[in-house]
């Protein structure tokens, strides 16, 4: 198991080993190490936002394509349901105008 260690601990102790020139240095250090975690961090939340919003404009425009698709063919089934029931009354209006004729 790693022992971790705080930044004021890691700062205290270079103070006691090594003198307040060592206690700056790890200071300024701990503190650009803090900084750059914190930033890759972010970089790496921003990158992550990112991908999702891609992947979620990918989705939205695989449903509305797919809506699209199902509306032409609704629509398509409509146009030939309506061309049946046409056919069958103009079929049926020349069964009925051949009978009278008879």
Request: charged share 40%; proline share 0%; aromatic share 4%.
């Amino acid at each position: 198991m790693t022992d971790r260690t705080s930044l004021l601990e890691e700062v205290a102790r270079a103070f006691r080993d090594h003198g307040i020139t060592a206690a700056i240095t790890a200071l300024i250090g701990g503190t650009l190490a803090l900084l750059a975690a914190i930033t890759r961090r972010a970089f790496t939340n921003d990158a992550m936002l990112a991908r999702l919003d891609r992947e979620l404009a990918a989705e939205r425009e695989r449903v509305e394509h797919r809506r699209a698709e199902d509306r032409k063919a609704d629509a398509d089934r409509l146009e030939r349901m309506e061309g049946d029931i046409r056919a069958m009354r103009n079929l049926m209006f020349e069964a009925f105008q051949r009978r009278r004729d008879d």
